[in-house]
């Protein structure tokens, strides 16, 4: 058996973890089971985010090759072919040894409660969290309506680091000198284009705009006038409040609603134009897969949502309907929406809030149950469109076992993202990234909860890697303009 | 037959042809990787780049291209694959994390005699010239390029250090030439970003071709690093000075960027062939057969057919090998259409003199063998 403690700085100190406390009621479990304990590995995270879709105590399967999507576990060989996954941070006053055993019992199918599915197993990419996700980002005002909560004052510090005024005047003396270079050679082009993708409530903008006046007048030039700050944003909602708050330089910016994953379809009209692309705390929000190395063989990682019974027996006891409706119930509400729910189905919902209460719930309860599909042939996963798992292989080979995150999403917008740039470009990124793949032995870095969205880390290696095929060369630095916040600057520029 | 000399063949107007590089399979890209990391042997990947190289040879001659390349598949990239290869330029690090990426290098003092120096270019021909009856065009980096990638710590000015590479190629040219091959070209892919240095890099250029009894042609391109442009620009640089370089093609990209730079051929008097860049290498859309025709007409409104050369912008490394196929057959079924309306005398072969021709009108062996029948 194999035990893997992956939050180790938790060990130590006043605070330090008491992990042989959490583990023993789980091996007495594991000990009057049947399971095989010789094939078995044991992970233990510590899961940070206080809204998750774990339990405390999950049991996966990891498939042998030849194993489908939906096919039945074959006897093939493996080294393990069970996980046993704690979080630890959960594991505190708790009848642990009861949770594992009723774990242990969802994964033989025994349960004495069945969990109510949401999904059947399917790549994490193509769950409904993500349908949840894009809901979220489609009818935010209802949302914020609803909790009271703005989407902004809910990140950590209240505020974005978009509007860190410091950063942004240090980003246009940087670009100011590349134009002042490029002038030089009568080799600037009339039109200056910058993008946002994710603009949030325009305060990144606004503060690019107004700061860009103050420091073209310091240093008495006229790029201004050529200026073109291009806003998109998933959101009209979002878009809308953005357009407002960049009234004032209403001439120079123009708005798009796109799809962060691919900005060429709507901008491909500025291949090798755009100097600055600037995108803030959008790709931790973009649909992730996660691969795993196992004993020497590769894996996806693949999920399945539902709600455990009690929950859902509840939610389906206050909204007039019955466990086996429910599903069918909360899918209608991801494809309507909760406004066009509640006018469909008045008997459930009496007004657009309770249909709000209605997804809230429900997206509280939301887990992920989860199992290890082989991965045979990188070549023949695709990461992006554009973009092959062999990407995968020298993170994934770097020496003994891993489980990482592949960011599909932000991968798909990065590659799509990078021919807008100008040779002279910069793409410059505020985000959650891992900068290490070592860290993704010592911690969790999601799915977590984020009010009404999904959050993951991103795999900073990965893009790194990827922009390096691409001739890009990326580097990680620590936001420098606030103190303690885990956000990291991505800069991506042609290198050679 | 393969291994023996290609059979003397005539040549259409409006020949097609390749710029250099072909598409790259991931594959291969991991292979090559594996051997700059240690992983394969270099026995492995000589065996692996041959059989690479008739694969694409094969591709080229299906699609119909009448001047074919060895599809500079042995090569890691455009810069490296010479200058790791020139005693006296040393390599920082001979490991390399993705065998695409560029070498740091340096020269610390005077490039020993060229004479010595053989960088192994006429045993590449010799293999491509194996394995194909069609004529070959065979494509390297010039001395201006090669300098951009070397820190210059053994000469005075940087001139000097882009005129010894170009003694070295010029020797390396001889030998092209003695093995056989009759078609070279010069890829200059850093010029344009130098717009200020053009008369240095045409000045070598004519020290690259002195001497050597081939055609000669130029490529000039905005770079095609990982399919990207590396400047932005136009043609108006290359000219007066182009008019002195020592060659009888000038291989220009115009897909990309439109085709207004052709009026530079008219307005400064180009009066040898022009290689019409036809095809984007930079996006994997392919296109139309009319689209390439409508291309070629309109350089003929400025280019008369006996010199006018079809190409791609630029070498199609970065190209899934199904649309490098596929490009490359429309270009040919684009370029047959245009044929079909030349005259009858002008689309069926070419007078003595046409777009393959060497500049000093010898008879430069086996190209003009071939285009006069």
């Known amino acids: 058996m194999f035990v893997d403690v992956r939050p180790t700085s938790r060990l130590r100190g006043a605070k330090a973890l008491d992990v042989t406390t959490s583990l023993h009621p789980i091996f007495q479990a594991l000990c009057e089971d049947t399971l095989d304990l010789s094939r078995l590995r044991m992970v233990c995270d510590w899961v940070q985010y206080r809204k998750n879709f774990r339990e405390v105590i999950d049991v996966r399967a990891i498939l042998p090759a030849g194993a489908t999507l939906d096919g039945v576990v074959g006897t093939g060989a493996t080294d393990d072919d069970i996980e046993v996954a704690i979080d630890l941070r959960r594991c505190a006053d708790v009848a642990l040894k009861d949770i594992a055993h009723a774990a242990i019992g969802q994964y033989h199918g025994s349960g004495s409660e069945p969990r109510v599915f949401l999904e059947s197993w399917r790549p994490t990419t193509q769950s409904c969290i993500w349908e949840f996700n894009r809901l979220y980002w489609q009818a935010l005002d209802l949302w914020e309506e609803a909790t009271g909560q703005m989407y902004e004052s809910a990140l950590p510090g209240g505020s974005s680091d978009a509007r860190n005024t410091e950063a942004v005047r240090e980003l246009l003396r940087d670009l100011f000198a590349i134009w002042d270079q490029l002038a030089a050679r009568n080799a600037l082009p009339e039109e200056l284009y910058v993008i946002e993708l994710g603009v949030g409530n325009g305060n990144q903008a606004k503060t690019f705009l107004d700061e860009f006046l103050i420091v073209e007048a310091a240093q008495d030039r006229d790029y201004y006038r050529r200026l073109h700050y291009l806003m998109c944003d998933y959101s009209p909602h979002v878009l809308q409040l953005a357009r407002k708050a960049v009234a004032a330089h209403s001439g120079h910016v123009s708005s798009f609603v796109l799809d962060a994953t691919q900005p060429t379809t709507s901008l491909g009209f500025l291949k090798y134009k755009v100097f600055l692309i600037y995108v803030s705390n959008v790709y931790d929000n973009l649909p992730a897969d996660e691969v795993a190395r196992l004993g020497g063989r590769s894996y996806r990682v693949e999920t399945r949502a539902y709600l455990p019974a009690a929950e859902a027996r509840s939610i389906a006891s206050d909204f007039s309907t019955d466990l086996k409706a429910l599903p069918e119930l909360i899918h209608k509400l991801l494809r309507l929406g909760p406004a066009l729910l509640a006018e469909a189905l008045p008997a459930h919902f009496g007004k657009a809030s309770d249909a709000v209460e209605f997804w809230s719930r429900v997206w509280t309860g939301l887990r992920l149950t989860e199992r290890y599909a082989p991965l045979v042939g990188l070549d023949l996963y695709r990461i992006a469109p554009s973009v092959s798992g062999e990407m995968l292989r020298p993170l994934l080979e770097s020496g003994g076992d891993i489980r990482m995150h592949v960011n599909n999403g932000a991968v798909a917008s990065f590659v799509d993202t990078l021919p807008l740039l100008h040779p002279y470009g910069r793409l410059l990124n505020h985000d959650l990234f891992v900068t290490d793949t070592h860290r993704y032995r010592t911690g969790f870095l999601g799915p977590g909860k984020y009010e009404g969205s999904v959050v993951n880390w991103i795999n900073g290696p990965l893009l790194q890697h990827i922009g390096s095929r691409k001739g890009f060369d990326v580097q990680y630095q620590p936001f420098r303009h606030r103190k303690g916040t885990n956000i990291v600057t991505m800069t991506a520029q042609v290198r050679d | ?373």
Request: net charge negative; charged share 25%.
């Open chain 2, 1 to 373: 037959m393969p291994g023996h000399a290609a059979a003397p063949q005539s040549l259409p107007y409006l020949p097609t042809t390749v710029v250099g590089s072909y598409s790259v399979p991931e594959w291969l890209d991991r292979l090559k990787t594996d051997y700059y990391q240690n992983r394969l042997s270099k026995q492995h990947l000589s065996e692996i780049c041959d059989a690479c190289i008739k694969a694409a040879l094969k591709d080229q001659e299906l699609t119909g291209i009448d001047v074919v390349s060895d599809g500079e598949l042995r090569r890691d990239n455009d810069i490296d694959y010479l200058l790791a290869r020139i005693p006296g330029i040393q390599v920082m690090s001979a490991t390399k994390a993705y065998y695409y990426d560029y070498y740091e290098t340096v020269v610390t003092n005077a490039l020993p005699s060229h004479d010595t120096i053989a960088l192994g270019l006429a045993e590449d021909f010799s293999f491509t010239r194996a394995h194909t009856d069609r004529p070959i065009k065979f494509s390297f980096t010039g001395p201006f390029s090669l300098s951009r990638r070397v820190r210059n710590d053994a000469y005075p000015n940087t001139a000097d250090l882009v005129l010894a590479l170009a003694e070295v190629l010029n020797a390396e040219a001889h030998r092209l030439a003695a093995a056989g091959a009759t078609l070279m070209q010069i890829d200059e892919p850093f010029l344009a970003g130098y717009p200020d240095e053009v008369s240095v890099a045409i000045e070598a250029i004519n020290v690259v071709t002195k001497g050597v009894d081939a055609t000669w042609g130029l490529h000039v391109c905005y770079g095609n690093r990982y399919a990207r442009p590396s400047w932005e620009g136009h043609y108006d640089f290359l000219f007066p000075a182009v008019i002195d370089a020592n060659v009888d093609q000038l291989i220009l990209e115009f897909a990309r960027k439109g085709y207004d730079d052709l009026q530079l051929i008219q307005r400064f008097g180009w009066d040898r062939a022009l290689g019409l860049g036809v095809i984007d290498v930079k996006t994997e859309d392919v296109e139309t057969p009319d689209l390439i025709a409508a291309r070629i007409r309109r350089a003929l409104d400025v280019v008369p057919p006996e010199r006018l050369i079809v190409n791609p912008d630029c070498g199609l490394r970065h190209l899934p090998a199904d649309v490098a196929r596929a490009k490359l057959k429309a270009m040919v079924e684009g370029t047959a259409a245009v044929r079909q309306e030349l005259p009858r005398d002008e689309g069926a072969a070419p007078a003595a003199g046409g777009a393959l021709h060497s500049v000093n009108g010898d008879t430069h062996g086996e190209m003009i063998d071939e285009a006069t029948g």
